[in-house]
Structures are given as C-alpha cells and as structure tokens.
Nanobody
Framework: QVQLVESGGGLVQPGGSLRLSCAASGVTLSSYAMAWYRQIPGEEEREWVAFIGIGENTNYEDSVKGRFTISRDSVTNMVYLQMNSLKPEDTAVYYC???????????????????WGQGTQVTVSS
C-alpha cells in the first residue's frame, strides 16, 4: 500500500523560506511524474503548484514561478519543494502526489494515482 508523508511546513514571516519534503513507502517515486499541490483555507479543491516529470522536466503555477523549486532524490525516494520569498497568499496545506495524466506542457490534469497524505501546513504571516 502506497503511503505519502509530507513534512517541513510551519509558520514563517513574509519573505521567508521553507523546504517541504515528501516521503513515500510502497512506491518508487522516481518512476512517476510527481507534483506538489496546495489547498487554501476555505477552498474545497487542491491546486497544483509544481510538477516534475520522470525526465526531470519541471513546471510551476504562475503565482509561484521564480520562487518555488521542485526536486527529487531517487536515492532517498523523496520529492522536495523549496519555497522562497513566501507570501501570505501561499498559506495552505501542501500535499504531494503523482498526477494520473499531464499535458505536454507539464501541467497536471485532474486525478492522482495515490491516496492523499495528511499534508503539511504552511502559514505565512507576520
């Protein structure tokens, strides 16, 4: 059974940085395209923020481009999200998952392969 565990969130001031980690059991993450998603308070749907393909191609949602960096480590079976220059609007619960399909421009389509983990809370506030 695949289990995803996100960690690394916390409370940070605007302009600060955090590094989120996604660990997995029961699956080799390097065999899948992976993405980070977030669920903003009060909204029902998760939105994708960062994507990394099997071939290491990456793409980012427009609001995080230039500030967030997704990466993976096949040795430790982890996926990371480095978040810099954080803004209050980045406040959300962040999740990782493998998109079931994605567009040729590396934007995930709706639908994920694995059950969602518990996520990690990121709060950006002064």
């Amino acid at each position: 059974q695949v289990q995803l565990v996100e960690s690394g969130g916390g409370l940070v001031q605007p302009g600060g940085s955090l590094r989120l980690s996604c660990a997995a059991s029961g699956v080799t993450l390097s065999s899948y395209a992976m993405a980070w998603y977030r669920q903003i308070p009060g909204e029902e749907e998760r939105e994708w923020v960062a994507f990394i393909g099997i071939g290491e191609n990456t793409n980012y949602e427009d609001s995080v481009k230039g500030r967030f960096t997704i990466s993976r480590d096949s040795v430790t079976n982890m996926v990371y999200l480095q978040m810099n220059s954080l803004k209050p609007e980045d406040t959300a619960v962040y999740y990782c998952n493998a998109p079931r399909e994605y567009r040729t421009d590396y934007i995930p389509k709706v639908g994920e392969l694995f059950m969602w983990g518990q996520g990690t809370q990121v709060t950006v506030s002064s």
